[in-house]
């Protein structure tokens, strides 16, 4: 094997994209992505306001909402303009202060005024966010103006608390109290991210078979150790970034983590064994450069959203579900999640693992289809490239 392993290397050290996606490109990625997301919450997020009362009232709830950090409220004169510009994205959200808002406030039962929020649910997790934050907002304001409604008419101050909140409650977050997006998106992103730099590493090289003028006569037939070569090269290079990454997430940057990096280290081996497969088995049954790549890139490029992170899995088509299976990243979030949030452990770890299972069945394709592309790699054989 060590004629396979040197021919590997000396390809790589000959590719400079090659040589690129397993250098410098992988560390640039995960800084650019940590930079986009390291303010942790999204802030000053614009959003509509229409204020048809102009009233002391309406006045203190668009204070109340430039007061709350996330949101940026900006004045339009009517509905029609604010509903075109959430329509154009300049804004995510829309606030509507009725008119004979105050009036209708002060006269109580039977005049409830109502106020019309609106949030582009296309940006999932702005659209979230902004949606219980506008709540909080107009809710505290108006929270206050009936406090005071109370006191004038002349309910005692230590009752005004309990007639207003009889009940009250409190939600904090297990794994994530802060609600900060960095521990929540980027780990996944970068999961995402890092399968997609394997797939292309894979395909690439597996490609350069494909290209006679790179044949080594001496290594003609020996194509079976050509690719156990490949996974014994590449295999250590992406497992040391995936490891990198674990450590700048957990290490470096202190994010909260309850289990065991060693575990996380077996189960990105096991993914990456998982994405070699696939590629492997694309790449057989293509035996061309431009289309494996492409099919390689249409199938893993939707990773992150098909992981489960910001939308639950039970909630997805059954063809999204089937599709899902088929990514190795799907499989190995459920490990990330199991040790970072629940720290399982070890003993967890077998368990976890099996969800690979499927992936041995390409073992028999991948035999059967090799044996067939070798007798096109024959020297004298013309191969389409």
């Known amino acids: 094997m060590t004629g396979p392993i040197r021919r590997e290397l000396h390809a790589l050290w000959h590719s400079p994209w090659q040589l690129a996606l397993v250098t410098y490109v992988p560390l640039l990625s995960v800084l650019a992505l940590?930079?986009?997301?390291?303010?942790?919450?999204?802030?000053?997020?614009?959003?509509?306001?229409?204020?048809?009362?102009?009233?002391?009232?309406?006045?203190?709830?668009?204070?109340?909402?430039?007061?709350?950090?996330?949101?940026?409220?900006?004045?339009?004169?009517?509905?029609?303009?604010?509903?075109?510009?959430?329509?154009?994205?300049?804004?995510?959200?829309?606030?509507?202060?009725?008119?004979?808002?105050?009036?209708?406030?002060?006269?109580?039962?039977?005049?409830?005024?109502?106020?019309?929020?609106?949030?582009?649910?296309?940006?999932?997790?702005?659209?979230?966010?902004?949606?219980?934050?506008?709540?909080?907002?107009?809710?505290?304001?108006?929270?206050?103006?009936?406090?005071?409604?109370?006191?004038?008419?002349?309910?005692?101050?230590?009752?005004?608390?309990?007639?207003?909140?009889?009940?009250?409650?409190?939600?904090?977050?297990?794994?994530?109290r802060n609600s900060n997006y960095v521990g929540f998106l980027v780990p996944p992103v970068l999961i995402a991210l890092w399968q997609l730099l394997a797939m292309l590493v894979f395909a690439n090289s597996f490609n350069r078979e494909l290209n006679p003028a790179l044949y080594d006569p001496g290594l003609s037939l020996a194509f079976w150790p050509k690719l156990l070569a490949k996974l014994g090269v590449y295999l250590p290079l992406l497992a040391l970034h995936g490891a990198g990454i674990l450590c700048f997430l957990y290490l470096y940057l202190g994010l909260p983590f309850a289990g065991s990096l060693s575990v996380l280290v077996i189960a990105q081996c096991c993914m990456l064994l998982a994405v070699w497969c696939l590629v492997l088995t694309v790449f057989l049954l293509l035996a061309d450069s431009a289309r494996v790549v492409s099919f390689c890139t249409a199938l893993f490029a939707p990773a992150f959203a098909f992981m489960g992170i910001t939308f639950p899995v039970h909630e997805m088509p059954s063809a999204a579900q089937y599709w899902r299976l088929l990514m190795p990243s799907s499989h190995y979030i459920d490990a990330h999640v199991a040790q970072v949030s629940y720290g399982l452990g070890w003993p967890s770890l077998p368990a976890q693992l099996a969800s690979y299972w499927g992936y041995l069945l390409l073992l028999p394709v991948i035999y059967l289809l090799g044996r067939r592309l070798q007798t096109r790699l024959q020297p004298g054989s013309e191969v389409k490239s």
């Open 34 to 176: 940590w930079w986009l997301f390291s303010a942790g919450l999204p802030r000053q997020l614009p959003v509509a306001l229409v204020d048809l009362d102009q009233s002391q009232v309406s006045r203190m709830l668009g204070r109340q909402l430039a007061a709350n950090a996330v949101t940026a409220p900006l004045a339009f004169a009517d509905l029609p303009a604010a509903v075109a510009a959430m329509r154009r994205a300049e804004v995510y959200a829309l606030v509507l202060l009725p008119k004979d808002l105050h009036r209708d406030l002060l006269r109580g039962a039977g005049h409830s005024p109502s106020i019309d929020i609106r949030y582009n649910s296309q940006f999932l997790l702005m659209g979230k966010l902004l949606s219980s934050q506008l709540q909080q907002s107009l809710g505290a304001g108006l929270l206050e103006l009936a406090g005071l409604k109370q006191l004038a008419s002349g309910v005692p101050k230590a009752r005004v608390t309990v007639n207003l909140r009889p009940v009250q409650s409190q939600t904090t977050a297990l794994f994530n």
